[in-house]
């Protein structure tokens, strides 16, 4: 598998609400450039559409507060390798639900964290959802 390397560093902060305050701050900078559902232009997908809110629901579905904080310092260097990507993913079936495909990108931060993004593919409306980004060690 090949790894995109980001320019985009990973989130600072240890605090809960410091870390959201930066990555949310980087999704309504998206969400203000739509009228709709916020969503991004992928380069592998052939600039199809990925929408983010999904990556918020499942977040939030996490209970421990620490892994919410290390997910949310991904999020910045994720949209930017879902934006610019044009390496292959590992895609694999959903094997809960078949009409779905899970695409998992790797990519590397600007200050070299190895981390994955993960993509939820609908088969059937052709839809695509950034579901979660998380270092390697998971």
Same mark, same amino acid.
């Given at each position: 598998?090949?790894?995109?390397?980001?320019?985009?560093?990973?989130?600072?902060?240890?605090?809960?609400?410091?870390?959201?305050?930066?990555?949310?701050?980087?999704?309504?900078?998206?969400?203000?450039?739509?009228?709709?559902?916020?969503?991004?232009?992928?380069?592998?997908?052939?600039?199809?559409?990925?929408?983010?809110? *999904?990556?918020?629901? !499942? @977040? +939030?579905?996490?209970?421990?507060?620490? =892994?919410?904080?290390?997910?949310? $310092?991904?999020?910045?260097?994720?949209?930017?390798?879902?934006?610019?990507?044009?390496?292959?993913?590992?895609?694999?079936?959903?094997?809960?639900?078949?009409?779905?495909?899970?695409?998992?990108?790797?990519?590397? *931060?600007?200050?070299? !964290? @190895? +981390?994955?993004?993960?993509?939820?593919? =609908?088969?059937?409306?052709?839809? $695509?959802?950034?579901?979660?980004?998380?270092?390697?060690?998971?």
């Amino acid at each position: 598998m090949q790894v995109y390397k980001t320019k985009t560093k990973l989130l600072t902060g240890s605090d809960f609400h410091e870390v959201r305050q930066k990555a949310f701050g980087v999704y309504e900078n998206i969400h203000k450039k739509t009228k709709r559902r916020p969503h991004i232009r992928s380069a592998y997908f052939n600039k199809d559409k990925i929408f983010l809110e *999904t990556f918020w629901a !499942h @977040l +939030f579905q996490k209970e421990n507060w620490r =892994d919410r904080v290390r997910r949310m $310092k991904y999020f910045p260097a994720a949209v930017e390798l879902l934006k610019n990507t044009r390496f292959h993913p590992i895609s694999k079936e959903n094997p809960n639900k078949r009409s779905e495909i899970l695409h998992r990108f790797a990519g590397v *931060t600007g200050d070299d !964290h @190895l +981390f994955y993004v993960q993509v939820k593919e =609908d088969k059937r409306k052709n839809q $695509k959802w950034l579901m979660s980004a998380f270092p390697e060690t998971e």
